[in-house]
């Protein structure tokens, strides 16, 4: 991940957002003299704030790995000459997620929110009400002891709702 | 010499040379963004990047020479003996054209507005790779731009952050008013302290314009002033040119440069619609036998000396803002550009019967720090008005003159108008450096001696641009020490205040040009060739006659025998000024200690103290 270190993950996180944090933070870090860790820092990050969003295509892989390759070529320090090594690394051993995310707008681990959905099942829920009390949205609408269901459209994703239900009726994908 | 590889050809080069200058020898040219020659490399923008050739390290390829996979920048990158440099592969190219897209994503493309287009560095070289379409996202983060000066605008959201701006202000000119503020994605090139420029400690040199590879700082653009006055059928529209415009401008139309079109200017400004054309060369003898006059005065009666003149305002405003005790040992005379708007609009509208009040006065200047003379005080209103109501610059000038349609180059040579277009040969050495010094000289001698004509008096000494000229003048038998400053950096600075200050030598007159070299295109110069190195020590080298009046005491500031013997009982300690931190200035008290240390080495270049404290002349001649 830049650092010359391995870390080890399980499959509940996102090779691509752990990218994004990384690179957060040398973004952060940048002193902003040279022009490829500068602007090709920034690039990298808003391409993979793109793509855990859902909005990524297939020419953004090809043009992060031209980014990648002028940072770690043309960076003045070790700071940006090893900046864009998690996306280099990533790219590298997990293009299959990272298309899955371009493709089928998906992140397997459940971690890249604006891609996951939360749903109730309509068999298992009680109408106990407590989702919706809980849910800080208001997306949770349903009659008491009648199943409840979601509006994908106001909820933030947060989860609350999951948490709370007693009867496991209410999963994400 | 140093002998090395580029792309297979074998080159030498001289020691120090970088691998720009290597490429150069084996006829490539690498392309750059950020390094200018005239200053230190920035190794900024990352274009310039190349290969070396190593020894592998695998015993299997026998020694061989293969490529590094990191990559250097050729011009911070000197060239050591038997380098083996690759300019350019499909890779190193790839990574260059990768970095200029970032670039281009971050910069606004307004071409077609923009005041460099057709000169920008960017966009040439954007045009060099053939860049058509750009990958990546457009990103242009908005700041405002600053016009709070009359001379220059700043322009942050088309900087592409060379660095070139701020090196050139504080270590060529030392004066440290821009500066890079913030850091990461959130740098911004501005004054320091994140201030206006008008109220930084800019001196509207231009030099930061000059050396701005975009469209991030540029000169204040004054043509419409100018047209519309031209419109008024109320105004007399009067104009002076400047002698330095007169080469300057036949650049502009693609003559060779050096060519002379003194009249086809005046010819294009009749045709622009001006009613009469002046020559500031008028003014400049005038300025002439003033200073002359004034120095004869100083001279014989006793006044402060040595007397400083320069004609340029923005190194009236650097003395003002960073050496004031000098500025008793100003010429009191004006600038020629305001002695000939004051007289345009005094003495000339009374000898033709015309309303002071419907003379409008143009000038056409080679420096932005002139438009910001014109209303620095109210001096500069002498006759009641202000005397000059707009400057152009040689460029301003060039784009109204192909705004109306005129061929330059076959217009016919016509002469200036009466009255305030005649001039001698002494105004027009004015452009050159040391040029003022040698025609108020000249003067000087003539009223002195009261011979029509001096005699072969070697002035050669003074002309030129190196840093510091020295010279000794033999008027009927009277010694009179010279010396001409010619972009004085930190070092040329030190060395000149030095023997001002000291006694030994001083200078009679000192002569100083903000720029660093012949006056060029309207921003000022675009200097050719870096200083060299060597020229720090060259400037020790000038031994000067003894003078024939003993020291000569300066107002406020210790002698060096006074410093090293510490003060005299009951004196105010002088004040020092310091430079403490980047763009700030500090006057404190000189501690006791600093005044009874003998080898100050920290008052080197490059510390926070160095610039403006006067340093023994061991510690001068080892910086």
Known sequence: MGSGGLIVMDETDCVVDIAKFYLDFTVDESCGKCAPCRIGGRKLLNYLKKITAGRGTEQDIADMQAICDAMNKASLCGLGQTASNPVRSTLRYFMDEYMEHIRDKKCRAGKCSRLIQYKIDAAKCRGCTMCAKKCPAGAISGELKQPHVIDQSKCVKCGACEATCKFGAISHA | MISLEVNGVAVSVPKGSNLLAAARAANVKIPTLCYHPDLKPGASCGICVVRQLVPSRNPADNGKFVPSPKLLRACCTEATPGMKIITHDPDIVQVRKTVLELILANHPNDCLQCPRSGSCELQAIAADFGIRENPFPKEVVHHDVDKST???????????????????????????????????????????????????????????????????????????????????????????????????????????????????????????????????????????????????????????????????PAWTDWMEKYAPDFTGNFSTAKSPQQMLSALAKSYWPEKNGVDPKKVHVTSIMPCTAKKYEISRDEYMSASGQQDTDVVLTTRELARMIKAAGIDFESLPEEPADKLLGAYTGAGTIFGVTGGVMEAALRTAYCLITGDAQPPSIDFQAVRGMDGVKTATIDIKGTKVNIAVAHQMGPQERRQAALRLHRGDGVPRRLHRRRWPALPGDGRGPRPAHR??????????????????????????????????????????????????????????RPRVAYAQRRRPRRFRRGRSFACCLLPTAASSRRG
């Open chain 2, 150 to 312: 009359p001379s220059i605008v700043l322009n942050p959201d088309k900087c592409i952050k060379c660095g070139r701006c701020a090196e050139v202000c504080q270590e060529m000119q030392n004066v440290w008013a821009l500066e890079f503020i913030g850091r990461g994605e959130k740098t911004v090139m501005a004054p320091a302290a994140g201030v206006k420029l008008a109220d930084s400690p800019c001196i509207k040199c231009g030099q930061c314009s000059a050396h701005c590879p975009v469209g991030a700082i540029y000169e204040n653009d004054e043509t419409a002033k100018v047209w519309a006055a031209l419109q008024d059928p109320e105004k007399v529209c009067l104009v002076q040119i400047a002698p330095a415009v007169r080469v300057a401008v036949g650049e502009a139309f693609g003559m060779k440069p050096g060519a002379l079109t003194t009249g086809k200017i005046y010819a294009a400004l009749r045709r622009l619609g001006f009613d009469k054309v002046f020559d500031t060369n008028f003014s400049a003898d005038v300025t002439i036998m003033e200073e002359g006059t004034e120095f004869i005065k100083r001279f014989t009666e006793g006044g402060e000396l040595p007397l400083l003149t320069s004609c340029c």
């Open chain 2, 531 to 588: 200083r060299p190195l060597h020229r720090r020590r060259k400037v020790d080298a000038p031994h000067v006659a003894p003078q024939p009046r003993g020291p000569v005491p300066l107002q406020g500031l210790p002698r060096r025998q006074d410093r090293r013997a510490g003060r005299q009982e009951g004196a105010p300690p002088p004040p020092h000024r310091l430079q403490a931190g980047r763009g700030l200035q500090l006057l404190v």
